[in-house]
């Protein structure tokens, strides 16, 4: 079983930065989808970026231009770079990852974006 573990967020002011990292218990070399959501207060969790190997990439219109996901297989990590961060961005930010076979949730880091 994969455990994910979420990390980097935090408190930033609107138009900061932050990275989030979600790293993996065991190698996410042959995991072919790994993503980030994420869920407002009150809010349903939603589907923030996807990224396929190391190929394709996917995000949800209002990120994109300012949020990149990557991954480094290497270190069995995932990341997700936010820039010009707006309030909006509030949220609890999960990574997931899809084996074929099963899913995986980290435990979520909470990012604030606030002055």
């Known amino acids: 079983q994969v455990q994910l573990a979420e990390s980097g967020g935090g408190l930033v002011q609107p138009g900061g930065s932050l990275r989030l990292s979600c790293a993996a218990s065991e190698s996410i070399g042959s995991i072919n989808s790994m993503a980030w959501y994420r869920q407002a207060p009150g809010k349903q969790r939603e589907w923030v970026a996807t990224?396929?190997?190391?190929?394709?990439?996917n995000y949800v219109d209002s990120v994109k231009g300012r949020f990149t996901i990557s991954r480094d297989n290497a270190k069995n990590t995932l990341y997700l770079q936010m820039n010009s961060l707006k309030p909006e961005d509030t949220a609890v930010y999960y990574c997931?990852?899809?084996?074929?076979?099963?899913?995986?949730w980290g435990q979520g880091t909470q990012v604030t974006v606030s002055s």
């Open positions: 990224i396929i190997r190391n190929i394709v990439t």
């Open positions: 997931w990852a899809n084996t074929g076979v099963v899913q995986y």
